[in-house]
């Protein structure tokens, strides 16, 4: 009985030697395994997005078309992992663009005027595959664009339901409203469509009905409804068309129709309809234009008509209609502005005009 009873404590010890020694090796499993960081901020018109270097995809905002991908309409005010294997995203009016790490693009929300390219009308509540071999994608209103991996530039939207070869030697596209700015792989820029107020850059302000080159050594655009914003390759930004809220940064409200140069040591851009934000080589960022709901993050309500400096150490940004979302040196994300829907996910309702940290689920 004395010897069973000793075989019964050695086999307990065991146990609980191995039930430790496990618990460990987990433990250190666990904490070798580096936690996913944040790779960009996305805006869409009234939503929020942040990649994660998992490729996990967030959301935050309003979900009004099921943009977020997840078979519901209910908004979000604080950060919510929604989708995964994402390699890009960006959102447009009431849908998302989702670009995969198997270079596949997906897309989910509103299909008004067939923006999808679904070859339908039907609203996306989940994501709905595309085209494959992209390597870009870009969104407006009603419409999307985007280019395969072997530059070849497509189109869908504005009625038309299926998507359509436009171009051959694309680098880069961007269009938010009427008209389109693309620069080809030799760095031209070359516009059409809608010029009322001169966006096209083209010297007047006629429509322009063809494919017409503008200027050489372009590395990058981005487009508002009716103004246009041109960086090129020697850093230096250019910008035209309207600006009824000094948003091309000229100190005034003159529209222009010629492409006028506005700052030097620009790292990268990016608009909304009525606001600008600047990010320099030396990573400040500085807005102009529209500061009605905050979106400037300058601490006012108002417009301004040349860009200040709002923020140091900025790694990237991305505006929305009425919002902006920053990522910082240290990975961290912030955003300010029109915060109706939840856009700036700090579990709040309430309009911001500086930057707020962003909240994770």
Request: proline share 1%.
């Amino acid at each position: 009985m004395k010897h069973s009873h000793q075989l019964l404590i050695f086999a307990f010890l065991l146990n609980f030697l191995f039930s430790c020694s496990k618990k460990n090796a987990t433990d250190n499993t666990n904490s070798n395994t580096t936690p996913a960081t944040v790779s960009e901020v996305s805006a869409g018109d009234n939503f929020s997005m942040v990649l994660k270097s998992d490729n996990s995809l967030w959301f935050s905002g309003s979900n009004q078309f099921s943009n977020f991908g997840n078979n519901s309409f209910v908004d979000k005010n604080i950060l919510t992992k929604l989708q995964s294997g994402v390699k890009k995203a960006v959102g447009g009016s009431g849908y998302t663009m989702m670009l995969k790490t198997d270079n596949t693009l997906w897309a989910m929300g509103s299909n008004a005027k067939g923006k999808l390219g679904d070859g339908s009308l039907n609203t996306r509540v989940e994501p709905v595959k595309i085209a494959d071999n992209i390597r870009f994608v870009t969104t407006g209103a009603d419409h999307t664009y985007f280019i395969t991996t072997d530059n070849v530039l497509w189109f869908a939207g504005d009625d038309q339901l299926i998507p359509i070869i436009i171009m051959n030697d694309v680098k880069t596209v961007s269009s938010y409203g009427g008209h389109v700015l693309i620069v080809k792989t030799d760095n031209s820029l070359w516009t059409k469509g809608d010029n009322y107020w001169g966006q096209c850059g083209v010297g007047n302000n006629n429509k322009v009905l063809s494919y017409t080159k503008v200027m050489d050594d372009v590395k990058s655009v981005n487009t508002g409804y009716h103004s246009s914003y041109v960086l090129k390759t020697d850093n230096s930004l250019w910008v035209a068309g309207n600006n009824d809220y000094g948003q091309l940064g000229k100190g005034d409200k003159d529209w222009s129709n010629i492409f006028v140069k506005m700052m030097d040591d620009v790292l990268d851009l990016s608009c909304s309809t009525t606001a600008l934000h600047i990010l320099k080589n030396d990573h400040t960022l500085w807005a102009c234009g529209s500061g009605s709901s905050g979106e400037l993050g300058d601490g006012t309500f108002s417009e301004k008509l040349s860009p200040v400096k709002i923020k140091d150490d900025v790694k990237s940004v991305s505006a929305g209609g009425s919002h902006t979302l920053i990522m910082l040196n240290d990975n961290t994300v912030w955003a300010t502005g029109f915060n109706d829907n939840g856009e700036l996910a700090n579990q709040t309702a309430t309009n911001s005009n500086v930057y707020v940290k962003m909240l994770f689920e």
